[in-house]
């Protein structure tokens, strides 16, 4: 079947819900979501979102902590707009019913994390994400002109033969096991990151990477897809990485840095600290130097975690500033007010993406991302904590004020083509899907993670286009499924992230290669890959 709107979403983050908003002034929206509506990234956001709020803060301040955290890869025209930003963004939030933590002064109680200079970190308790979307999320359900459609997966975008000009997407409605055709103006990305590539994230099951992959495919540019951020502490479970929840699909649970920001201190298993050893903000430096750090002293002492001590703080002030962080770790039997955490890195957050403008336009006519799946040079080489949330906010703010002000002269679809069925049986043996899940990521974590090297990097690019020629046979000799065509982009994401990161001879941010320990000024420039 064949659907027709005027702007297509695909993602419901906080991205794609505040762009809805926006857009529907004018617009009617469609919003593909392949789980339930809040299943995105954006719903385990605990830390907060960046925004100069306090008189003692500047933009100046934040414009250079989020420079310097890039590794001289952040676009500083595009730091100095998405952070000037923060405080009518921060405003529009709040007049929405986003309510914030405030303190005794009934003032925003703010936070401060690794690699910023003041405290500027507005959160709602320790589930900000959370509280945001649902926000957003009521009201896009009451608004007449965007319609929600959950628990459909996007397969490939829909060009304009002659023009390039991107106008609909396929996608399979899980509940039916139908593919539809779904056209409009313009479409939007908004699918987040791909961490489920990695064998240990902290990212639920939807982050395959499906915009990135799908926009690949359809010939878009994509940058710096080396730059992987694992976040420093995620708990360590000893007995398995288990749901934490019959609601949650989250296998490791995030310890928010802002336990570091409140006093958290990192420590050997002995009891001694070690981050003054690797940066002068110690516990509270750049989220790469902290990773490497704490994969450094664990490859040293052959031990399992290290871990997270905030016991010296006062324990009311614990479990009113951390309620969320304080429960789940007693489920795992940690009292977190008289014991300290144990914890590991976990792949966290995808810094590259697709290439695109400060208003989120693509290098596609018709396409723009917004998100952590696009590549705005906001992050650079290493996002800076807590930009996240405010980079989504803003880009869907440009992409909506950009999209209006063109509409006009956005051609109309003129040819509507229904999805072509390829395999038509059904793939009997689903161990071969998850065969191939297991391996890919297993082989990314041991071969792509923290610290690489061209032979560990040469490796996985040779195993990993096994898997490519495999899944592409399955994707054409079967009927699809959303477990084959999460594979799919899971396998392709893999592969393009180990292209980039061969492409850099050098380590800079969030990319560290035991063959080039170095930075380096030639190579201080943007890693762009396109089909």
């Known amino acids: 079947m064949v659907f027709k709107t005027d702007a297509i979403i695909v993602g419901s983050g906080i991205a794609g819900l505040s762009l809805a908003l926006k857009l529907s002034q004018k617009l009617d929206v469609l919003i593909l979501t392949k789980k339930e509506v809040l299943e995105a990234n954006t719903r385990y956001a605990q830390g907060g979102i960046a925004s100069v709020t306090s008189i003692e803060d500047d933009f100046s301040s934040h414009v250079k902590d989020t420079l310097e955290a890039g590794a001289g890869l952040c676009k500083k025209e595009v730091v100095e707009k998405i952070i000037g930003q923060g405080p009518r963004l921060i405003k529009e939030l709040v007049a929405l019913g986003v309510t914030f933590s405030k303190n005794q002064k009934k003032e925003f109680d703010l936070g401060r994390e690794g690699g910023h200079s003041h405290r500027r970190v507005l959160h709602a308790g320790d589930t900000t994400g959370n509280a945001i979307v649902e926000v957003l999320l009521d009201q896009v359900l009451k608004n007449a002109k965007i319609k929600v459609l959950e628990y459909h997966v996007g397969i490939d975008l829909i060009l304009d033969s002659k023009t390039g000009h991107c106008h609909g997407i396929y996608a399979l ?49 994509l940058s710096n897809l080396e730059f992987v951020q694992f976040h420093p502490t995620s708990l360590y479970n000893p007995h398995g990485w288990t749901k934490l929840s019959s609601d949650s699909s989250q296998k490791i649970f995030l310890i928010s840095e802002a336990l570091r920001g409140e006093g958290g201190i990192l420590k050997l298993i002995s009891g001694a600290p070690f981050m003054q050893n690797y940066h ?22 052959g031990d399992d975690y290290v871990l997270l001590d905030i016991t010296h703080r006062d324990p009311d002030f614990i479990k009113k500033r951390f309620p969320h962080i304080y429960e789940v770790c007693l489920k795992f039997g940690y009292n977190i007010t008289s014991s300290p955490i144990p914890v590991v890195p976990a792949a966290h957050y995808f810094c590259g993406g697709i290439a695109c403008n400060v208003m989120g336009e693509s290098s596609i006519p018709g396409l723009y991302a917004i998100g952590e799946t696009a590549s705005t040079g906001l992050h650079g080489a290493n996002r800076l904590a807590s930009n996240s949330l405010l980079e989504a906010l803003a880009m869907a703010d440009f992409a909506a004020h950009d999209i209006l002000e063109k509409w ?8 509507f083509p229904e999805w072509q069925e390829r395999g038509a049986s059904d793939l009997q043996e689903a161990v071969v899907i998850s065969q191939n899940w297991d391996e890919i990521r297993r082989l990314l974590w041991n071969y792509v993670g923290i610290v690489r090297s061209n032979k560990r990097l040469l490796l996985a690019q040779k195993r990993i286009q096994l898997f490519l020629e495999e899944i592409n046979q399955y994707y054409w000799d079967y009927r699809l499924t959303k477990d084959l065509i999460e594979l799919r982009n899971v396998a392709l994401c893999a592969s393009l992230v180990i292209e980039c990161a061969l492409k850099r001879k050098e380590s800079r941010g969030l990319h560290y290669t035991v063959d080039y320990p170095q930075s380096k000024i030639e190579e201080c420039h943007d890693t762009i890959i396109k089909k």
């Open 408 to 415: 006009d002269i956005f051609p109309e679809a003129t040819f």
């Open 173 to 221: 409605d899980t509940k039916t096991s139908q593919i539809h055709s779904y056209f409009s103006k313009i479409l939007i990305l908004a699918s987040g990151g791909a961490g489920k590539i990695y064998l240990y994230t902290t990212n639920p099951d939807v982050a395959t990477g499906d915009g990135i992959g799908m926009a690949y495919r359809a010939g878009a540019k």
């Open 280 to 301: 002068p903000m110690k516990d509270l430096a750049p989220r790469d130097i902290v990773a490497r750090a704490i994969d450094c002293e664990m490859k040293k002492s």
